[in-house]
Each structure stands twice: as C-alpha cells, then as structure tokens.
C-alpha cells in the first residue's frame, strides 16, 4: 500500500509519480514544454519518474489503459429499418481490421485474430443521421453499442454490423468486439471518417460543430445473428488513452489545448478545456489554535462563494467579524476542494460538492496560502472553523481525468462513488483528511454523506467504507479535532459510540418534526409528542454530553425553494416546497432530496416579510434549536431573517445590506439571534450555564404549550455544589390565542426570572426584556411538581425563565 502526501505537503521529495494499476503506459506532460516523458512503473502500480524536476509549470498525465464491459443484448440499441438508398450508393471502405491489428488484439488479451470483412462506413452513418445525431444518440454517456442487419446494406447479407458512439472527450486507440461465451470474435472495430459523423442540419444539434462530434467505430460480426442480438452478450474492450490530473496536487488550472502533442504524437488532450495540475507549495500551517469546549459550540454555516459579493476566501476572511459579532464560536464551511461546476464557470456561487479532487483548494475560491490565512484569522477571533469532507463521490468525468482506479463500477446520483475497498483509495481518503486537519489548521470535519460511504450505492453495507469512517473518527481524536457525519439514515447512532466513534452528527429528525409544527397552518394539527421526542433526541445513549447531534432549523440541505425553504417562507406557504414523490421512495443509493419530483411555487420574500405569523413561528424554531440538548447551528443569512429563494447549485447568498440594517425584521432578527446565544452560553453562576447541558425534562406538553426544563449536571458528584445546578425553563407557546395567566408546575424554588421572550405585547420583539421576576405559588402542586409558576403566554410566543430562588 502507498501514501499519497499533497505536492509540497512532505518536506522530502519523492519524484514525480502516479498510482496506476490499470496503465499499460503512462506519460507525463508539463504545460511548459509540452513533450510527453514517459513513466516508469515501479511496485505497487506506482508510475514514477525519479528525480526529475517538477519545476512551476502546470503538468498531467496521459495514461494508456483498456477498458473492458460487458453489455447485454437487452442494452443494445437496435436499427430495424429496410435497405436505404443511401447504402446501395455507398463507397466501400478499408477492412475493419486496421493496421496492425495483430498488435492491437493482442493488447485487448484476444487470443483469435479479428474478422475481416468490409463495411460501408459512410451507408451506416447516414442510415443513423436520418434518425437522431450521434452527439443525441449517446447523450451523456461514454460509449453507446448498436446494432444494424446487415441486410440494409447488401442483398443476401447476414449478420450484425455493430456501431460503438463514443463521446468526443474519449481519446481511442482501438477498439473490438466478441461474444462473452466465446462463440465468435473478436472483431476489431474501425473508426469511421469524421465529417461523416457530423449531426446533420435540422435535427437540433450543432450541425458543423467538430469539437462536439463523437467518434463512431464501426464492424460486421457476420456470426452474430440479428434476430438473435436481444439474447447474446458482448464483450467490448476499448484501448484508450485518458488525459489525468495528479490527484495528489495542491491546485488545479484549465487552458484550452488541442491538436496531438510533440514527442510522436502519443497522446493529445481531450477537446476544450483541460485539467492541469499546479505545483502549488504547501504553506505553513496556522499558529496553534484552542478552540472552545463542545458546550459552548455554535455553529454558523458559511457558503464562502455567496458569503460576500466577491465569492472568495480573502473577501470571506475580511468579513468574519460578522459571525463573531453574532456569538457564534465556530464556522461549518461548505466545500473548498476544486469543484467542477465554479471551474467551468468562474462562478464562485457553486455549493462545491461536485469535486475533482480531495486535495485541490478550489482556485476561484483562491489559493492554499488563502485558505490558510482564512482558517488563521478565524482562529484569531476565537473562531474554530469545520471543514466539509466530500468523499463519497466525485463529480462526472472523475473517473476519466482522475481515474477508474480509484471508482467503482456503480455510480451514484451525483457521480462515481471511491471505492473503498482499495487500500490506496482509503489512503488517499485518510491524507486528504489529515491535510486539512495537519496542513490547513482546521478543527475538525464534517464528513458528506455518511450514509453513502458506509453502504453502496445499492444500499447494501460497505464494510470498507464504514472501517474508512472509523479511521477518519480516530485520526480526529488523535488531534483533539472533531468528527460530525452528515447522515439521515442513523437514528440508532451507529456512527458514533457503541459504533464507528464520530463525536456528534446532524439530527435530520429534531428538524423534521419542530419543522413539521411550525409550518402546519392550523394549530391543532402541531404534534407536541413529536417535538418531545425530538428535545430528547432519538439515541439518548449516544455518549456525548450533548446527546451527539447538530440541531439545526435551516442548512444548505434543506432550505432550498425546491425542497424545505427557509423556515419563514415555509410558515408563509404552510407546508413544505416539494413536490409529492409519486410512487416508490425513489432509487436505491440516493437520500430524501434525490427523490423528489419537482417543486412549488416559493413565495416573494416581501409577501414573506409582510406576514407577522411567518416571523413569530420562526422565532419559536430558533429559540427550540437554541435551547435543546445539542450544538446549535444556523445557516448563512438566517441570522437576517433571509427569505429569499436559493436553490443548487447557487448559495445562500447573505445580503450585507440586511447584516447592516437599524431597523426591521433584519435588524430585530440579528438582535434576537445574539440575545439566545448570550442566554445560552453565559452562566450567572460558577455553574455551567443550563442551556449548555444534556439535561432536560418534558414537564408539559398540551393544548398547544410545550414547556420543559433545562440543567446542566456536573460531570462528577463529588464536585461542591451550593445550590445544586442552575435550571432553565423553557416555554413555547405553539397556538394562535394568548393566556395572560398560565399556570405551569415547577420544581421546588421561590422566583424565576424572565429572560428572553420572543413577543412582547403584541408584536415580534428581539428578546430583551425588563427585569421581570415571578414568584412561585406553592403548595399547588401541577405537572408532577409540588409548586406552580404563573407565567403570561402571548400568542406564537417562546419564553425562557431562570430559577432565581
């Protein structure tokens, strides 16, 4: 097994090398020179050449390799149609066995020499062109495999010509075809002239348009019955040459290139913009940085390319006073490695998750040294910064210009799924994560997708991937880094302990239920059992203090127009954006979001604004989030009162003019937002503040109220206590009509405190509050409890009182 350290990340050089294990011949390439060196292939399938200088020029490789697939003839789309006129006036064309065909067999591992026969190339592409164009025909795919009697083109023909579409990025260097039981070929297929495979005019395609021709490779199988194509399976075998980026490279750049490169004309780049790597130094790594305790964890959600109006690390690094202001103690920043769609757009407003690289930083974001400078100043604010580890898939095209070494052969929704079950693939997963953790400075992953790493993208277990999870967890430990998985399909907490060891993940289902009570129009449908489940979490044994969960009301996940929505917006629409998934829950392998049909219309964030219900009900959601057993986190904008739509693959764009606002929901709504997370981490004792704690206890759940307590225990009773710990009590009042005297039972005491109320009179206030102090009625017992407290509840109200006594 091999490591794989980023250019510049080992003090040592090692050379320049790739892991290749499927290459027949690899060739390097610097952008400078543009001559093709070839490799050496050393132990381990590792390509190399020693001691030769990578200098400052972009660079890639050129990797020769076969691709072998077998295709039913269910798969095989067939052309029925009677002989064209086309055909009977078409020229013939040399054998279908090129030359040195001897050679290019014996590469595909053939044993049989290829059959000969003559086709008419220029017949079967005009016979197809009068159907859809090649470039409709083969879509997005890679390859497509036909199949034509060859009847339509010779009298007393028999047999099946077989027509291979390849996709103009796919470099072919020959191609064969032959039965998988060994009953006829192998025949070599030949590559048809190019202008004869241009889409012809009128059949909505760029007629003319060359840069976006497919090949088509052509061949008669005379021993393959037509009749019979639907019952066969073949063997395609393709000896191809594919254009790679290093995956171990710091940077990654795009220059237009064509035509073959010098040194023989061995390879050439793929048609229109090419990947090349960059030999980025690693930069020094942040100064040593003591991020706060677990209990005093709130996270902020940070887009870095709609964060600020320029979209980029330095912009974002110039603005994070913002989140520190708010009180927020540490950022969750969505992906940073090079993303596919910001490459080729040059539009920093991309979510980031269709990544080419576990080690690039994405170069319109900015460079490595940015990212460092972003994570140092961060850190000089009394900011810990998480990263988003997207492992559980690459984007389309990874497996050609990264390699399919490194994939398996099922795909995901989003793109080729790693396969860990190589050892150098979870090496490479497992330095990747020490380089943003060792290198970069950050204070702990939030790994993508768990659920996709853990199980195949047919759903079943991935024992690979879950022992890559347990790996990760553990080199998070080592470094006093935390480890937070994303996954929506854990409610018995297997990721953490008692199973692969991360410290906390998202709760999908508190979100879901406060979600699905703060929406529903009308208030005798809200489900207050629902909402103590979620206070109580669904693992209660799940090892950390803080019930091992992420409790969010909004994230980039799920307040996007076509799916959640932003909580106001989503209260304004009295349900949800998505559209009903007809049918089964939608393919194996994808999550919730995968399975939807479409979307509703989303409201216009004034009609959104203009709705006093839409922002008190939202209220109640953030006071819940805040106050429940767990780290809170809120998504970029949210602190403004956003409502605005955003939907992949753009951010949540937060608007500075809202962050700098005197008055309004913005400015109210940022008030309230520090208010909570004041509330929530400042103790007016030298005990833990009570919000801080896993202590709670569902003391009232009826006609529409919800109220329960909060404590923070100490973590050994042996520890001094006066007074025993500091109690919270929190009360949500879930229904549209006001109870200026309402009784609720509380433990025994002589005052409470109001110290945040999110109404005030009438009308939606920011939290503060008078000092007001409410003496306990006792002897009426109520609720459990031997004493009561009499609080007044305004209508669509959270509350939150503190034991003063």
């Known amino acids: 097994m091999i490591t794989f350290p980023p250019r510049g990340f080992s003090k040592e050089s090692t050379g320049i090398r790739l892991w290749d294990p499927r290459a027949h011949s690899v060739w ?13 292939r050393k132990a381990d399938s590792v390509w190399d050449l020693t001691n030769h200088a990578l200098g400052d020029a972009p660079y890639a490789f050129i990797a020769e390799w076969t691709q072998e697939w077998r295709i039913s003839g269910q798969d095989i789309r067939c052309d029925e149609g009677e002989p064209s006129e086309e055909a009977a006036e078409s020229v013939e064309v040399s054998s279908v066995v090129p030359a ?4 290019q067999v014996a590469l595909n591992g053939f044993d049989s020499a290829a059959d000969s026969v003559s086709v008419s190339a220029a017949g079967t592409v005009k016979k197809m062109a009068k159907q859809k164009s090649p470039l409709q025909r083969l879509g997005k795919d890679e390859f497509v495999v036909e199949a034509q009697d060859m009847g339509q083109f010779a009298v007393d023909a028999t047999g099946t010509r077989v027509n291979l579409i390849i996709a103009d990025r796919i470099i072919v260097e020959g191609v064969t075809v032959a039965a998988s039981d060994g009953s006829w070929g192998p025949v070599a297929l030949q590559c048809a002239e190019p202008e004869l495979a241009l889409p012809s005019a009128g059949d909505g395609s760029a007629a003319g348009d060359a840069s976006r021709v497919p090949a088509i490779w052509i061949g008669n199988a005379v021993d393959l019955e037509f009749g019979t194509i639907k019952q066969v399976e073949l063997v395609v075998r393709v000896r191809r040459r594919d254009w790679r980026i290093d995956p171990s490279s710091l940077g990654l750049c795009q220059g237009m290139d064509s035509g073959a490169l010098p040194g023989g004309g061995c390879a050439r780049p793929p048609p229109g913009p090419a990947f090349w790597s960059v030999p980025l130094p690693m930069p020094q790594s942040p100064p040593a940085f003591a991020r706060c305790g677990d209990r005093d964890l709130v996270l902020y959600e940070m887009h870095i390319g709609s964060f600020t109006q320029e979209g980029t690390l330095k912009a974002a690094t110039a603005k994070l006073s913002h989140i520190r202001n708010l009180g927020c103690t540490a950022i969750s920043v969505m992906p940073v490695n090079q993303d596919l769609l910001r490459a080729n757009s040059g539009n920093p407003d991309c979510w980031g998750y269709d990544v080419i690289s576990f080690f690039a930083v994405d170069s ?7 990212l460092v400078s972003f994570v140092a100043e961060a850190h000089r604010q009394g900011l810990a910064v998480v990263i988003d580890f997207v492992i559980n898939h690459m984007m389309w095209g990874a497996d050609s210009f990264v390699g399919p070494q490194y994939f398996l052969d099922m795909q995901t929704t989003w793109g080729p799924r790693p396969n860990f079950e190589v050892p150098e693939v979870r090496s490479y997963a497992l330095a990747a994560a020490e380089l943003l953790l060792s290198g970069f400075g950050f204070d702990g992953l939030r790994v993508d997708s768990t659920k996709s790493i853990r199980k195949y993208p047919n759903d079943a277990p991935d024992a690979a991937g879950a022992g890559l999870l347990g790996d990760i967890a553990a080199l998070c430990r080592r470094a006093g880094k935390l480890a937070i998985a994303e996954d929506l399909e854990d409610g018995d907490g297997v990721l953490q302990f008692g199973g692969l060891g991360l410290h906390m993940q998202w709760d999908m289902a508190f979100f879901c239920w406060a979600y699905e009570a703060l929406t529903h129009p009308l208030d005798e449908h809200r489900d207050l059992a629902q909402l103590k489940k979620g206070l109580q979490g669904l693992s209660p044994a799940r090892s950390h203090p803080l019930r091992g969960r992420v409790l969010f009301m909004e994230s980039h996940d799920t307040a996007t127009s076509d799916r959640y929505g932003r909580l106001p917006a989503a209260v304004h629409n009295g349900k949800a954006f998505m559209a009903p998934v007809e049918g089964e829950q939608g393919q194996a ?14 409201p216009s964030a004034a009609a959104v604004e203009g709705n006093p219900f839409a922002a008190r009900r939202a209220a109640i959601g953030l006071v819940m989030m805040m106050t429940a ?5 809120l998504l970029q904008g949210q602190e403004v009162y956003e409502c605005g739509a955003f939907k992949w693959p753009r951010g949540p764009a937060l608007d500075w003019q809202r962050v700098a606002a005197t008055s309004g929901n913005a400015a109210l709504w940022q008030t309230l937002t520090r208010n909570l997370i004041k509330l929530r981490l400042t103790s007016a004792s030298p005990s833990l503040s009570p919000l801080v704690g896993d202590g709670v206890h569902v003391c009232h759940a009826h006609g529409g109220v919800l109220a329960y307590l909060r404590w923070a225990e100490v973590a050994d ?12 009590l929190v009360v949500l009042n879930f229904t549209n009509s006001s109870f200026p005297m309402y009784e609720l039972g509380v433990p025994p005491s002589s005052q409470w405190r109001l110290a945040l109320s999110t109404v005030n009179g009438s009308v939606l206030s920011a939290g503060d509050v008078a000092d007001i102090k409410l003496n306990v009625t006792p002897g009426k017992a109520a609720h459990g409890f031997a004493c009561t407290l009499p609080v007044a509840l305004p209508s669509y109200c959270a509350s939150i009182f503190l034991r003063t006594g």
Do not use: C, H, I
């Open 629 to 633: 057993p767990g780290v809170p986190m």
């Open 100 to 103: 040195g065909a001897d050679e």
């Open 589 to 602: 392998g994808a999550d919730a979001f995968q399975k939807l049909s479409g979307a509703m219309p989303y």
């Open 28 to 40: 390097w390439v610097s952008q400078k020179t543009r001559e093709p060196v070839a490799m050496t």
């Open 364 to 370: 319109v974001y900015g460079t490595p040294t940015d």
């Open 717 to 728: 009773s042996r520890t001094p206590q006066q007074d025993g710990p500091e109690l919270a």
